[in-house]
């Protein structure tokens, strides 16, 4: 009997288990039926029993990380010596404008913006750039602020600001750790002990900066000392240059490179590089059903085409294991046309073309390059 077993028997005992084995002590001479004077003392006691069951059964599914959930995952997490991952807040590069459309000087760290709509979004100033952007963190946490670029509002009054817009998300948000997830990483069975800058090591620093989705570690990639990082965001896709430079100074500060004033060990010399964003198009040939047309199912298609490609994003990262310590990931036709089938309203499709070739795109990754698929246009023929 496994935990799951024991918790889901210990549940079975309800209401009118406990009641009927408390009756069937009782002798038959005695009125027993509802209502009765023992079977209406009985009952509150049969009651308290059953809610006591249910949380025994809790109990039981709360001790093991495979099926302990909330705050009981986080106590064995921090057993494991890890924790959840948090939520974390959007960062945002927003250019100022006068009233002549050049920009603007007098926006000053600490400055607050508001995005427009029903449900604002408020943002403060935490930097401003040589060339008068301004990167701005959201006040909330949570990948909300994603999706939002576009016009500010001012909420620090300044008379000489004619215009205010989110032109860039530098460092996307993610949302706090699932409890799904958090597991995943819990029972890993291919993890290594983090000691002394090793691979694990590198890895444990890249999971506690909130603003890295996921990273690749490269050892000795230019000869003892040398490590290189690729990393992603949490959108996980290509790290951006502020993003970059935040892990770098976090990890191995520039103008101290090896002294281990970060998180590096002493002669560690750590570089911290984006992948190479390799777009991928896509075109097939489908048959749509006669209560459908292109233009209806397009826009699903490229949706599922798309998850498709985010969830090869999320392995991106992962071990092979027949290559050791190294990485491999396939865009394979197949699973395309698989995600093509699931749309409602196609009933027949090609194998697609992957970039105009009748093959499956596998990516490099070595110490030169590590590439990142992301999908390109969705070319559709019915």
């Known amino acids: ?76 997490a921090q057993e494991r010596g890890t924790q959840r991952q948090e939520a ?27 995005s427009i709509g029903d449900d604002p979004i408020f943002y403060k100033v935490i930097q401003i750039n040589e060339d008068y952007t301004g990167i ?9 602020a994603n999706g939002y670029l576009g016009q500010i509002l001012p909420v620090t009054p300044n008379d000489q600001l004619s215009w205010a817009e989110i032109i860039e998300i530098t460092v996307p948000a993610r949302d706090a ?11 890993k069975s291919d993890t290594w002990i983090a000691y002394g800058g090793n691979v694990a090591d590198y890895l444990n620093m890249l999971s506690k900066i909130s603003s890295v989705g996921a990273g690749q570690v490269y050892p000795s990639w230019q000869g003892g000392g040398t490590v290189k990082l690729v990393i992603l965001n949490n959108d996980y896709r290509a790290a951006s240059q502020e993003l970059l430079t935040q892990v770098k100074n976090e990890i191995d500060p520039p103008d101290l490179e090896g002294l281990g004033y970060g998180l590096a060990p002493i002669d560690h010399t750590v570089t911290v ?51 050791g310590r190294g990485y491999a990931l396939a865009i394979y036709r ?37 590439e990142l698929p992301v999908l390109g246009e969705v070319k559709l023929d019915g």
Do not use: C
């Open 1 to 76: 009997m496994n935990p799951e077993e024991l918790a889901q028997q210990i549940e079975r005992r309800s209401f009118a288990y406990y009641l009927n084995a408390m009756l069937a002590k009782v002798p038959d001479n005695i009125d027993k039926r509802q209502g009765s004077i023992i079977y209406d003392a009985l009952a509150p006691a049969a009651m308290l029993m059953a809610q006591q069951s249910l949380a025994m059964s809790d109990l039981v599914r709360e001790i093991y990380i495979k099926t302990a959930q909330g705050e009981f995952l986080d106590y064995r």
């Open 88 to 114: 974390t807040a959007v960062q945002v590069k927003a250019k100022f404008l006068d009233g002549k459309g050049h920009y603007l000087a007098n926006v000053d760290v600490g400055d607050r913006f508001a």
């Open 136 to 144: 701005l963190v959201a006040e909330e946490n949570g990948s909300r």
């Open 177 to 187: 750790e699932t409890d799904d997830h958090l597991r995943e990483r819990l029972l």
């Open 273 to 323: 590089v984006a992948p190479v964003e390799l777009k991928i198009n896509v075109t097939a040939k489908v048959q749509i059903d006669v209560q459908a047309t292109i233009e209806t199912v397009q826009p699903q298609i490229m949706q599922q085409v798309e998850s498709y490609f985010l969830a090869r994003r999320h392995d991106w990262a992962n071990v092979d294991k027949a290559k």
């Open 334 to 370: 197949s699973q395309i046309l698989t995600e093509i089938m699931k749309v409602p309203g196609v009933v027949n499709a090609s194998l697609p073309l992957l970039n105009d070739k009748e093959d499956d795109i596998y990516l490099h990754f070595n110490n030169d390059i590590s």
